[in-house]
């Protein structure tokens, strides 16, 4: 189990971890990986719809007016062409379900377990693509976006948990880490679908909308061969098949007895604390937590990526590449990504969190202040403003786009999961997860909503816009974030209360009470 079972194997261990013994085995590889396999729809959703919004017959059928500023570029604004309302409607519609679906998801899991709500999760995904590939007229595309949304609000909460409440303590870094190769993954398909349809004349997009009942049929299958988690049937009452569960998945020659009388301890703290939860975290000795869940996910959001990940063929088209080419960008920009996501894999527990914050944060502002330089002086410059900018320049912003994609594969983008879920405390672990995926989710539904507005009004000033955002959450990890790699999730109150500022909460009477008890 995750963090619960070994907050109670601590209060008996005086302390320190538990090692119930037993290795890595095949049935808790295979359940692992098909619920980080949820990553996939997330991951799809991101790289298909960038693409298909600049498609030209997407745009012709749906957007005419935005179809007709692509192809005249004397009388319009290079950076204007895509400013339509309904169309990013279309894209940031997803975002404001999935929020709206994440809220709701932590008491449903409580209730029918992880399992059950990532194979609605996939039903939900599967309807909507199917919605979205018939669509006659804007509404059907909104309705289709929404439902899309709300399988990803659902996968979103269920799957990270499941991970960390199945897999063994000792690889829990690298099984988590599962999820965002799965989404990095889901992208890249999408990516390289938009390169072939996109030269389909007139029903192209279909394909590629459609395309996503495929990564929404591997959850659904996944989610009826996995069983739930212990933790969630401990939850549930059904004692007897978290033990079967248990055993099968760590194998012969472990402590299953021992883990699984933890495992109870922990839904028990779990299910006294749970109402108390949200109220809990507006205490004084839960400050740092209460940043924390509002900072990590918003600053993930401000670092511009998503809206970069999202709109990068938008962005390719506005500097001059021609549609096939704007998508085949995209493609080597999800290449990069999932080689960044790879390594981060394996030097996260040597480099350390803050590090990699640090340099990421460091190679995202540098990229973006040399995008900011090449837009200002050669975007719209050369024979009209509607101009596009010279080859070569066009291809150094591929070039940047690929840099910044890198350091934040290595940085922000794997560290948004995996630090919420080490330095929440069992008592507000559900509510913690909850209101950050929530944040991320809002915010990106902001920001995919303004981002082609914000572009046309700031021009290349959107650059610096999110370049001072990334100097901000760097500095802001390099004072506030202590370093928590190699540290127990029960030993990881020690971290805060060394802190040169957030100690001061940490002591708070009430807080030492409750640690005392677990």
């Known amino acids: 189990m995750a963090g619960g079972g070994s907050a109670a194997a601590a209060a008996e261990g005086g302390g320190h971890g538990r090692d119930y013994g037993g290795g890595v085995t095949v049935p808790v590889v295979v359940t692992c990986l098909m619920a980080a396999s949820c990553g996939l729809i997330f991951g799809y959703d991101i790289g298909i719809s960038g693409g298909v919004t600049q498609m030209e017959s997407f745009l012709t059928k749906f957007f005419p007016e935005v179809s007709s500023r692509t192809k005249d570029n004397a009388k319009h604004d290079a950076y204007c062409k895509y400013d ?18 994440s809220l709701v998801a932590g008491r449903v899991t409580r209730t029918v377990g992880r399992q059950a709500v990532m194979l609605t999760g996939g039903v939900l995904f599967l309807v909507g693509s199917a919605i979205n590939a018939g669509a006659v007229n804007i509404a059907m595309l909104i309705i289709g976006r929404m439902l899309l949304g709300l399988g990803v609000g659902f996968t979103t909460q269920a799957a990270p948990l499941y991970l960390a409440e199945t897999s063994p303590a000792r690889w829990r870094g690298a099984f988590t880490t599962a999820y965002n190769i799965f989404l990095v993954l889901g992208s890249l398909a999408a990516t390289v679908t938009n390169y072939f349809t996109n030269r389909i004349p007139g029903w192209g997009w279909r394909v590629s909308l459609g395309l996503a009942a495929v990564p929404a049929a591997i959850v659904v299958l ?18 007897e098949s978290a033990r079967a569960s ?9 402590d299953t007895e021992a883990e699984f009388k933890d495992i109870a301890r922990a839904v028990e703290e779990a299910r006294r604390n749970d109402e108390g939860a949200y109220a809990r975290l507006r205490g004084r000795g839960y400050r740092h937590y209460l940043v924390m869940v509002v900072a990590i996910p918003s600053f993930f959001d401000l670092t511009g990526v998503i809206v970069m990940a999202v709109f990068s063929p938008v962005l390719f088209r506005t500097v001059g590449f021609s549609s096939q080419k704007a998508v085949l960008g995209s493609v080597i920009v999800s290449l990069v990504n999932l080689a960044s996501a790879s390594l981060n894999s394996v030097v996260i527990d040597r480099a350390g969190r803050r590090f990699l914050f640090l340099a990421g944060g460091a190679a995202m502002i540098i990229c973006q202040l040399a995008m900011t330089w090449i837009l200002a002086d ?18 150094a912003v591929l070039v940047l786009m690929c840099l910044y994609t890198f350091s934040f594969g290595m940085s922000w983008g794997p560290l948004k999961w995996v630090v919420p879920s080490e330095i929440y405390p069992v008592d507000i672990r559900s509510a913690g997860q909850a209101l950050t995926v929530s944040i991320a989710l809002a915010l990106s539904f902001a920001q ?13 000033g959107i650059f610096l816009f999110y370049a001072g955002w990334v100097l901000v959450m760097t500095a802001f990890v390099a004072a506030f974030l202590p370093e928590t790699k190699g540290v127990p999730l029960e030993a990881m109150r020690s971290v805060w209360a060394r802190h040169w500022y957030w100690r001061r909460f940490v002591g708070d009477a009430k807080q030492e009470a409750q640690v005392n008890c677990l």
């Open 84 to 101: 339509d309302q309904l169309l990013t409607a279309f894209t940031s519609s997803l975002y404001i379900a999935a929020m709206l679906s």
């Open 378 to 395: 050669h975007l719209g410059k050369h024979a009209g403003a509607g101009a596009a900018m010279p080859r070569g320049y066009a291809l």
């Open 246 to 254: 248990l055993q099968r998945l760590r194998g012969p020659g472990a």
């Open 222 to 239: 996944g989610a009826l061969l996995v069983p739930d988690t212990p933790s969630s049937l401990v939850m549930r009452g059904e004692a």
């Open 448 to 460: 995919t909503q303004v981002f082609v507005t914000l572009l046309c009004a700031m021009k290349y």
